[in-house]
């Protein structure tokens, strides 16, 4: 069974792409068939991994409208080993579009059941709202979702209303909906605030926040812009260890083997 975690919090900046890439891209390495799906009209995470939006022939948006994931929209990465279904301008439409549709909510969620069992994971990046992307994205996180949190200054903001949502969802749309995890992101440890915020979050989700901490890294801003994860832009770097160990530690959750 393939396993579908989504990238959500509404908050703008806090590494959603940058986790989904990068988590993605260590999978990968760690031996699993990986799928990245950039719900985002933003399109970063197209970007992160090297595609040029403007010339995408299938995206998210044509899997949304018509409920289907065709083969020829998946882009394969041979040197990454990971596959990335891409966002494209049109998107961006896509939230007034679907407004009419019936079924709306759950249009991601039917077209990724096409791919059932053809990858291991396949990680989900949202856009920072909480419109029905977002929504889509949620029905479709299977498996639950990962929530990335800045540590930084009025950190929690902004998360009753993320967890509102998913309640909300929960209630109506989608009981099995979880939260299968916090990622503290961008921590700097020379900072006291940093290491209150690891506390504050870990006191609001108890036992809900994964130990592997995402460090600020000057490396993983950089990474972007040559189109690469982590994984091959800077193995070394801090920010490189904290994904792979953030990696194994979601397999070692799931009951999934690596060496
Ligand atoms: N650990 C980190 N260290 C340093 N810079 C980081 C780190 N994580 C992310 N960044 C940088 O911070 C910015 C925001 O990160 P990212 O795009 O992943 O956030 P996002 O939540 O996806 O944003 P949006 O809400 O706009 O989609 C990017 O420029 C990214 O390169
Ligand atoms: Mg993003």
Redesign the pocket.
Known sequence: MTRIYTLVNQK??VG???T?INLGAYLAQLGQRVLVVDL?P?A??TSCLGVDKSTVQGSTYEALLSGDVPASSILFNERLQISLLPSSPSLAGAEIELVEESGREFRLRSALESLDGKYDYILI????SLGILTVNGLIAARDGVLVPVQCEYLALEGLGQLTQTIERVQAALFPGLRVRGVILTMFDPRTNLSTDVVKEVKNHFPGQVFESVVPRSIRLAEAPSYGLPISAYSPSSVGARAYEALAREILKGDGVKVH
């Open positions: 703008g900046g959603k792409t940058t989904a985002d933003q970063n995470a990046d949202c856009p920072p």
